[in-house]
Each structure stands twice: as C-alpha cells, then as structure tokens.
C-alpha cells in the first residue's frame, strides 16, 4: 500500500518552507514585483500578488507551501493589478539555459514518451505518431540528467564569456543560477538595461545565438580590390571575428568528409580540406586559411562559418529573454519537478557548481519508495540506481527527486 | 581634449541643453512673439515648418550668416508646430529639423560629433587607440544607447551581431555616429512637440498656424493608412513559408513551440481568418484544451485582457525565435510575412488574369 505520493512530497515542501523561507530574499525593489505561485491543490496558478517586504513573501510562502514560485523579472507601478493596467517599468535582463534546446546522445537514453491513446512506451523525443494506435497525444518525461546539465553548463559560460567580454558586464554584475531542474538563468539587475524594450532585447538574443551574423562585417573580405584571394578574421581577435575564427578552426580540425559534404561543399573541395587538415591548422599561425584552399571561395567559407558560428553561439531561450513580462522562479525555492533548489553561485564558481550537492535541499532522513522505473542518477557522491519495479530505501533528496518526476510512490 | 560647443554650433544645434539655456536668456515668450523685434525670428520659424511640409524627403535649410535668428528660431517653430495640433505636421518637422542635423553633423569632426552626443546623455568615447582598435571606427558608444537609436534600421550591418562591440561598446564611424543621433534628435524633438500651446498663442501667430494646416491638408489632404485586405478565405498556398511550416505541423497535430503558436495565431488572424477556425485547426494537437486554446486565440485577436489586437511576428523576429526556414525568392527584400501573402495573393491574381480564355 503507498501513502499519496502528493502529500508526502507537500509535507517535505512544507517542512522545507517551515525551516528555511528564511533563505529566500527579496528580489531588488520587492514592491514593484509580480509574484505567481503554483499550488498543490489542481495546479491553480495564483499570480498578480504583491509583497512590501521580504518578511511578508517568505511568511506567504511558509503558510500557502507552493509547487512552484516565481517572480516577475518586470519592474511595476501597481503589480497586483491585472497586466493591462500593472504598468510596466523595466525588466531586468534575463537569460534561460535549459536542456530541452540542447541535443545530447542521452536524451535517447533517460527520456520517457508515452502514448496517451494506449498507453504504448518509448525513449527520446516521441514519434509522429504512436507506432501501436497511430495517435499523435503524448505525455513526455525528461530527466535531469549530469550529462544534460553538464551540456547546459557549457553553454552558460559562453553565455557568461560573451556577456563579460563583448557586452561589459562584470563577475558581480551576472548573476548566475541552476534553475532546479534542467538548466541555467543567467540575469542582470543593473539600472542601464531596465528599460531596453524587447526589440532592443531581440538583437541582444541574436548576438548572443549568432542569428543574421554576415561574415563580412568581421573581416571576411578580398584581399585587395579586385582581388579573388581572401582575408579573414583570426584565432585571437576579440568579439565575434574571433569567435568566427575559432568555430571554423574547431570545425576543421575535427570535421571528415561526410560533416562537411553536408554544409553543402562540393566532392573535391571536401577533399582538398581532409587531405590537407595539417597545412589548414598550421595557416592559422599567419593569415589563417581563408585565402589557401583553391575551391573554397566566400559562399563555402560562408557555410563553414555558419556551423562555426552555431558551436561558438550559446543557445538560449529566445523568448524567455525578449519576454518583458517573464515570470522567472525565485532564488533558494524549491523546484515542483525535482524537490531540488533554485541557487545562485558566483560567476566565476560555474565549473565547479554541482547542481546534485549544491542545489540538494533535503540533508537528512531515508524514505522507502517503490520505484517503477528510474535511470541511475547521483546525490552528493552517492550513486542510486537504475531501478525498475523494485522497492528501496533512499534519502530524502533522491527519495523526493523520484516522487516528484512521477516514477516512485512512498511505500509503506 | 574636451571641446565645448560654441554659439555658432548652438545655432546647428538648437536642442542641445546649453542652446536651451542660452534662448532662455533672450527673454522670449510665447505671448511677445507680436512684438516687432521678434519679427525675424518668427518668420524663420514660419518658415522651418513650412519647409518640412514643402520639401520632400523633409528638411530645414541651414541659414550659416544669421547665427542668432538661426538659433531662437528653433524653440519658437516648436511652439508653431505643436499648435497645428496635428500629429502628421508635428512627426514631419520634427523628422525634417533632425534631417538638418544629420546633414550639418556629417561635416563634423569626430570631436564636435561626440559632444553633441554627449549633449544627450550618450555614454560615448572618441576611440584613442586607432592601432589596436578594429580600423576606420574613431567612436564607440555604449550598447544601450546604440539599440535606442537603431530600431529604425533594417540594415544588416546596423545589426548588433554584424557591429564590432568590446567591453560594452559599439564601434561607429563619424558618419554612423551621426546616423544614429538624427534618430536621437528626432525622438527628442517629437517629445518637445507634446505640449499644447494653443490657448496662449498671440493672433498673429495663430494665424501663422492656420496657415501651416492649410497648406498640409493642400498638399497631402487626408492621409489613408492602407488598409490590408485579404481575401476572406485563408489562401493556404500564398502563405510564406514559416508560416505555411507552422500550419501543416498544427493541422497535422506535431508540438509547436509557444513562439510558433504565436506566429502562426496572429499570422492566420491577421489574414482575416475567424477565432474559431483558428481554434479548430490545434485541435488535433496532443495538448489541445479546447478552453485554454480559445482564450489564447481571442486574447491574441485582442477581444480579451488588453483589447489589443497583436501584430505578427517581422521576419527579423521569427527568425529570431528560429521560424524561418530560410528565404523563398520571393522573401528577398521583404520584411513580414504578411507582405508576402499581400504579393503572393497579387501574383495569383494577375496569373488568373493573363492566362489565355481557352485555358480557363
């Protein structure tokens, strides 16, 4: 017999809220913030409230024990008032990393479809239509997995490159968190980018993913007038020449023939790269390549570039950023999907952030679940797992990881 | 070396803060503009709106010899404009006076260029280094205030992407620098032309103002926006094609992203296609909720919450938000979807036309 798993997985976030709302703060100018919480009761999103002081969101919290909390990354006159009548302020600048938008070879592995016409199961990112009854409704289960979040890792220190380096901003200026479940924010408070309305915002998203970069407003040119040799951007140029030079340096050093037949290159000019890779890589010591391999004129560097440019861009959310009215999850809650914390870490933390220790919310106590099915998966420097139709006694943390994605019940 | 900018400059620039300070001086009011001393001034600032309305594109001559009237003229053809009450004559001056900034700035020096700037709060740098810095930019300007003033262009090379951009600032050329401060200057002037003046005008100044709206409603008449009219059907093959993308993967039931739904939505309902078809086409989708589906579509028609029909998304966006699939020939030059249904319909219209009777 299983107690239900929702009220258990309340109890630990009531327990949680009753101990720490303490360690939730105010977001900067808390009384012109939109508040929004997901509650347990039939997932009821109450949004629109507002708070004067930290005290009286963190005693909200404690008393309502959501699912989910957020708060506006919007600046209002009147927050509580429906949208049309809020009156926008500002927004701080904000940045969605998340897994789902990045491709890894273990998605195939840890993410779950099931058909809701018959019930039929797979792995990865479900089909048209279901191979047993041909409907196309399905419910999708993805897992925070290390390899995922590792991915998502990678592009938010590109992310935080690009916005250090070309956009100025500095370490104590970014600030970077692990959403909680599958991914990063990253986000900025400063006053100068409050009121950048989100067509300004929409060509800060395409800085950043590389969207409309023309090679040739980074170097990419003839190298004289008239001339059909060509000059381009080198390894260690600042901005996005340099960026070019070492997407396409990468690119040519790993890429064989069939990568690079499918950016549309011919047969033999596909040849003349793999067979000349040494030569190619050593170019880049002077002038770069650019102007060296006979058959590759501007539209094939153009092509090389663009695949360059997709390594070397961060993929974010793009509606996430441009949103001006964004509802973000606030800082040291818990995460409805994972029982794990949303946490901030210092910028220059990023690679050594561990979001399986640092964002683990629940440090004590064992729980026997009944798990009908679960990849491996780690907390602190324990290993659980896989599971399939088994019953085990696990901590709390991983016990509640397991419940709140679907794949256990408590057993008692 | 830090330049301050001269009487002479003011009389360029009438709308630099220390020209306002200057005029301030002068003891000129609204209801003294009768007096006879005033007599020069007032018909220079006659005579800058109406060369905005006369001359085409706009713009406001320079008269380099008479400094002072050149210089008090300004404020006082602001009060001329904003009387006319009228939003197309207030949008042309104020377009036309920062045309004649643009043209006088493109003569200046990087120095005179950055105070101006400066003179409106741009947090802008003349670049020192020439040798380590990208060739051929002599400023750079801080992000925020290059994305102010760009929204205008749809060039590719005013994209922030295609800019040399370090530490925060963006690389510009004299000539780009002025560029971006005639859009400036524009917002600047139009925010000056928000008040109402009219009670307080002297009769031979309202007058002058009567006269301007005469030669408006003479020379343009009534301006009609054109109004997009789409055949009632929706013309499923004259879609672009994002959108046509976007309305086989909803009508074949396939997840769309919430920015696909978006675009697709206001596309369909732009193109005059009714809520409830609209609302019939996700029903095949494996999240469909009738309810939820219905309040979207009609909060996006602008028949709830804000009462604000959305336009579509531009290309510039749905690329953005990875929609485009790629240009058509057809795309080329275009910027909205919606102008391409617009040709596309027109081409099936003419092809209909010209095709020979026994065809038919």
């Not at chain 1, 703060?25 to 997901?38: D, K, Q, T, V, Y």
């Not at chain 1, 890779?277 to 170019?283: A, D, K, L, Q």
Request: with cysteine; charged share 30%; hydrophobic share 40%.
């Amino acid at each position: 017999m299983t107690v239900d798993r929702e009220s258990f997985i309340k109890s630990k976030f009531r327990e949680f809220y009753e101990s720490s709302s303490s360690m939730v703060e105010a977001p900067p100018s808390i009384e012109m913030r939109e508040f929004g919480f997901l509650l347990f009761k039939d997932r009821v999103m109450v949004r629109h409230k507002g708070f004067r002081d930290v005290e009286s969101l963190r005693s909200f919290l404690r008393q309502i024990v959501p699912l989910h909390a957020y708060y506006s990354a919007a600046y209002y006159a009147a927050p509580e008032e429906p949208m049309e009548r809020k009156g926008w302020v500002g927004a701080d600048l904000y940045f969605d990393i998340d897994a789902d938008h990045i491709p890894t070879p273990c998605q195939k592995v840890h993410d779950v479809w099931v058909c809701r016409g018959c019930g039929f199961k797979g792995r990865g990112t479900p089909p048209e239509r279901c191979p047993l009854c041909s409907q196309r409704r399905f419910e999708e289960k993805t897992w925070p997995c290390e390899v995922c979040l590792e991915a998502a890792k990678r592009e938010t220190m590109k992310l935080v490159d690009i916005l250090l380096k070309d956009f100025g901003f500095s370490q104590d200026e970014i600030k970077v968190s692990f959403s909680g479940h599958r991914g990063y924010h990253v986000h900025i408070e400063k006053d100068e980018i409050k009121d950048l309305d989100s067509a300004a915002r929409k060509e800060i998203v395409d800085y950043i993913t590389g969207t409309g970069l023309d090679a040739k407003f980074h170097g990419l040119e003839a190298a004289g007038e008239g001339s059909r040799v060509l000059v381009g951007p080198h390894l260690g140029d600042s901005g996005w020449r340099g960026r070019i030079a070492r997407g396409v340096y990468d690119l040519l050093l790993k890429a064989d023939g069939e990568h690079l037949e499918e950016l549309g290159l011919r047969r033999n000019v596909v040849k003349t790269i793999v067979e000349n890779r040494e030569v190619i890589i050593r170019s880049w010591e002077s002038g770069g390549p650019w102007g060296l391999i006979r058959g590759v004129g501007l539209e094939s560097w153009k092509a090389i570039i663009r695949k360059g440019v997709e390594a070397q861009a961060a993929k974010i959310d793009t509606v996430v950023t441009t949103d001006i009215h964004r509802l973000i999850r606030l800082e040291n809650t818990l995460h409805g999907k994972t029982g794990l914390l949303k946490v901030g870490f210092p910028t220059d933390k990023i690679e050594d952030f561990d979001p399986f220790k640092d964002a683990v919310a629940f440090k004590r106590g064992e729980v026997t679940v009944f798990i009908e099915e679960a990849p491996e998966f780690r907390i602190w420097e324990e290993t659980y797992g896989p599971f399939k139709g088994e019953k085990a006694e696990l901590p709390v943390a991983a016990a509640l990881l397991l419940l709140c994605k679907g794949m256990a019940e408590v057993a008692q | 070396m830090n330049l301050v900018l001269t009487k002479s400059d003011w009389a360029k620039y009438p709308f630099v803060p220390e020209a306002t300070e200057y005029i301030k001086t002068l003891g000129l009011k609204v209801d003294s503009l009768s007096r006879p001393e005033f007599e020069p001034i007032l018909d220079r600032a006659e005579g800058r709106v109406k060369e905005a309305l006369l001359t085409n594109p706009p713009k406001v001559s320079y008269l380099e010899h008479n400094e002072e009237v050149e210089l008090s003229s300004f404020p006082v053809a602001v009060v001329i404009a904003a009387a006319t009450a009228d939003d197309f004559i207030k949008k042309r001056y104020a377009l036309a006076e920062a045309r004649r900034a643009y043209d006088l700035l493109r003569r200046e020096d990087k120095w005179k260029v950055l105070e101006v700037a400066k003179a409106f709060g741009w947090r802008v740098n003349v670049v020192t280094d020439e040798a380590s810095a990208p060739r051929g930019y002599q400023l750079k300007l801080h992000f925020v205030d290059f994305l102010r003033n760009v929204k205008a262009f749809h060039e590719s090379n005013w994209k922030l992407i295609n800019r040399v951009m370090l530490g925060g600032e963006v690389y510009l050329t004299t000539y780009e620098a002025a560029r971006l401060l005639q859009e400036e200057i524009r917002r600047h002037i139009e925010a000056k032309l928000r008040i109402d003046v009219r009670p307080i005008l002297p009769p031979n100044v309202a007058q002058m103002v009567e006269e301007l709206r005469l030669i408006r409603r003479r020379r343009f008449g009534k301006v009609y926006t054109e109004e997009i009219r789409f055949p009632k059907e929706a013309v499923v093959e004259a879609f672009p094609p994002c959108i046509r993308n976007l309305y086989e993967a909803a009508a074949s039931g396939s997840h769309l992203s919430h920015a696909g739904r978006f675009a697709l939505t206001s596309f369909l309902l732009n193109a005059g296609m009714p809520p409830s078809k609209i609302v019939d086409l996700f029903r095949s989708s494996s999240d469909f909720n009738e309810r939820m589906t219905r309040y979207q579509v009609e909060h996006i028609a602008g028949l709830r919450g804000s009462r604000t029909r959305y336009t579509p998304y531009a290309c510039d966006t749905l690329r953005t938000h990875g929609l485009c699939p790629g240009e058509e020939n057809l795309c080329r030059g275009l910027r909205h979807p919606l102008t391409y249904y617009r040709r596309k319909l027109r081409m099936k219209a003419a092809s209909k036309r010209s095709r020979p009777a026994d065809q038919v």
